[in-house]
C-alpha cells in the first residue's frame, strides 16, 4: 500500500504560477511511475502528466509547454509546476502512483489540494 499526501495548492491569478507536491509513503520501494490527475467541477476526473522512475514524462496537451512534473525517487516526492496559470486549470489535483510502468498511473491516489486560477 502507498500513502499520498499532497500541498502547494491556493488561489493565484491568471498567468501566475504554483508548484504542487506530493510525499508518498508506505511501501514506496516498488513504485514504477507517479504522476497527476486533475477535476474541475462538473467535469471527469482527467489526467494531466506522468513520469516514471527512469524519468520519461508524459502531458496532456491541455498543459504542454506550462507544466513541468519531476521527481525525486530518493524521497519518493513528486512535484507539478504549473506555469501560465489559465481559470480553466481550476480544479482539484490529484497525485497518484502504481507499481506499474505506466505514464499514466492509478493505482493509488491522494486526497487532492485545491487550486484556483483567478480571471
Known amino acids: 500500500q502507498v500513502q499520498l499526501v499532497e500541498s502547494g495548492g491556493g488561489l493565484v491569478q491568471a498567468g501566475g504560477s504554483l508548484r504542487l507536491s506530493c510525499v508518498a509513503s508506505?511501501?514506496?520501494?516498488?513504485?514504477?511511475?507517479m504522476g497527476w490527475y486533475r477535476q474541475a467541477p462538473g467535469k471527469q476526473r482527467e489526467f494531466v502528466a506522468g513520469i516514471t522512475n527512469r524519468g520519461s514524462t508524459e502531458y496532456a496537451d491541455s498543459v504542454k509547454g506550462r507544466f513541468t512534473i519531476s521527481r525525486d525517487n530518493a524521497k519518493n516526492i513528486v512535484n507539478l509546476q504549473m506555469n501560465s496559470l489559465k481559470p480553466e486549470d481550476t480544479a482539484i489535483y490529484y497525485c497518484t502512483s502504481t507499481y506499474y510502468y505506466t505514464l499514466q498511473p492509478r493505482d493509488y491516489w491522494g486526497q487532492g489540494t485545491q487550486v484556483t486560477v483567478s480571471s
Open positions: 508506505g511501501s514506496t520501494f516498488s513504485i514504477q511511475a
